[in-house]
């Protein structure tokens, strides 16, 4: 097996004591983010990667997927002790983890959620280590059709299967891909959209928009609520975690089958937050109990953090792979990626094999530091919660400003974030989806350049689009998805209207 | 072993009333930002055009995918407003009510003035009374420890970035006084 090969190869780039001291850092932080409210995955990553700006890649990006990971696993916390999901993807987990609190069990919630959360990721890991170098490989014959075919297939596939209101998607997408075409046009040198300003000049950051898209519009967000909370404290002794490690096997069925849901809708653009509540949903289906869940069910805790997991783990499998973010967090560890230098897509595991190798190993590796790391120190953890709010909104205030500056060392991103954190908050308010936009920005660029290089290889020919049975599967395959809604609600009619003929023929 | 007892509280000092007001509903929120963004789209739409938007020899000119973009911006946008339009018999929900608006506005104007106050005297000492101060007058924390914390923080985060990751933040004139 050459992947095990390469994966030893990943495991001796990590072993080394500062690459090791990094991702506790990250760990910890990561924990740190996902336990407070207003602070998630996606933002924690955005307001940290200025600190990696200096490292070396590999360094850089292992951090970041431990904050990753460890905000995954710090959302669990709070959904759990304090009845409050710090991530939208720990809403789930709520509605069993809390009872289970309430009823004096939150050790054993915890220690379920963090197991559960722990076999999620690793069965996406697996399927990156062992899928993720095929796919590349398979990739690294793509040109320019291919490649705008795989964008658009991105693209449609948010607009035809999301669950928001059609025309807010497609205002946040195509807002997105404008503000990505405004600065210099890469391949006719023309400016675009600058008005004559010279801050322009250099493009709308995707950072800095997502930076104040997630980071300050959440501050404001929370600061409307109320802030008291009142939660159960819990520390986990080695005695729980026995007792519910030994009662896994029983659950095998949900936790594969949570799994499966997680890695497919982690590829797909679903994202974690459906995949949790598939996973839930799924679980209670196939229950024998249905009632039994919402009052404190260990499964219904194993069920929506498994899938979970392993949804915002192989999210990182199309990023790596085709260079094409299967998340938000996926999307700025992207934008990452091209701010150390490297460029996105399937030559990266030919190019730079130490980096993808060591990323993949610091996911296995990772994963169970950060297991040991929340199951001992859970107390500490929920404590954060005690410092006010008060100290902790200004505190993340700077440490965006310092992100968003840090990119360009440019004070005009600093107010383009203030006006992003605005532009969020309301979006949020009215329902209009902000991960269309993300991708739309990070991904406008390349999709617009693969589409107009496609061109002039074939002279202005649309058909190109079509010249091969890869490429026009694809192609036909997005605009299938694009009108998705209007297919299937034809097809339904349809069914209706043979089952009505058919009714009245037996008549 | 876990003990229900043992609780974990935190108390809102000034929590927004439940019976405030609304200011104004999401329906006209929605129909307000979306006739921004139309006539962004427009904006946007004309000075692409200006780049020019056809096909030439070798493919879409530079203007090209933009200028569409923002015709599919515009017909969203009418689409929506269309929507709410005919929807504007039936009771909307509250986008935002009196008491949420203050406590937004709270953090909100600080942010700013933070803002402002980067660009003149750097972001250390901004950040240092951007902590201070919200500890201070919206948390109602004592003011020594509203103090001590803001000149912590800015003192770490200066040795983090500054020092420790070469990250190069803009400063003003304390900062040069300790030769920065």
Known sequence: MEAFGLLIYGFSVLLTWKTLALMMVGLVLGIFVGVLPGLGGPNG??????????????????????????????????????????????VATTFDGYP?????????????????????????????????????????????????????????????????EKHKTIISMTLGLLLAGVGMDTVSGQLRMTFGSNELLRGIN????????????????????????????????????????????????????????????????GGAIAASFMGYNLAKRFARDKDSFGKGRIEGVFA?????????????????????????????????????????????FVEHKGFVWGLIASMYLGNVVGLILVLTTVPLFAAVLRVPFSAIAPMIVVSCAIGAYAIQNAMFDIWLMLVFGVVGYAFKKIGIPLAPFTLALVLGNRAEDAFRLSMIGAGGDLRVFWSNALVGSITTLALVLLFWPLISGAMAQMRNAIRRDARLGTK | MSKPEVEIVVEDPDPPARDSPAVTSTRTVEVVAALLLLALAVLLGFDNWRTGMSWDSTGPQAGYFPFYLSAILAAACLFGIGKEFLARKQASETFVTRAQLRRVTQVFVPTLLFCVVTQWLGLYVASFLLVAGFMAFVGRIAAWKAVLTALLFSLIMFVTFEIAFDVIMPKGPLEALFGH
């Open chain 1, 304 to 348: 929506p953090e498994t899938a979970a997991h392993a949804s915002g783990t192989s999210a990182l499998l199309p990023m790596l792979a085709l260079g094409i973010p299967g998340s938000g967090t996926a999307a700025i560890l992207l934008g990452g990626l091209m701010v150390w230098g490297l460029n996105p897509g399937p030559l990266l």
């Open chain 1, 45 to 90: 990553v955005a307001i940290l990667l200025p600190l990696t700006f200096t490292m070396d890649p590999t360094s850089a990006i292992v951090m970041l997927s431990c904050i990753y990971w460890g905000a995954l696993f710090g959302g669990a916390i709070t959904s759990i002790l304090f009845n409050i999901p710090g991530e939208a993807w720990s």
């Open chain 1, 206 to 269: 995707f950072l800095v928009a997502v930076i104040g898209l997630f980071g300050i519009s959440e501050i404001l967000l929370t600061m409307e609520e109320r802030l008291a909370l009142r939660g159960h404290a819990a520390s986990i002794s080695p005695r729980v975690v026995l007792k519910v490690w030994k009662e896994l096997p029983r659950y095998w069925a949900t936790l594969l089958r949570s799994s499966a849901i997680g890695c497919w809708l982690g590829i797909t653009p």
């Open chain 1, 100 to 164: 289970m609190a309430q009823q004096g069990k939150a050790a054993e919630a915890l220690t379920a959620a963090f197991t559960s959360s722990f076999i999620g990721s690793l069965v996406a890991v697996l399927l990156i280590t062992f899928l993720a170098p095929g796919i590349a490989s398979f990739a690294l014959r793509f040109g320019p059709p291919e490649f705008f075919a795989v964008y658009l297939l991105t693209f449609c596939s948010f607009v035809g299967l999301g669950r928001e």
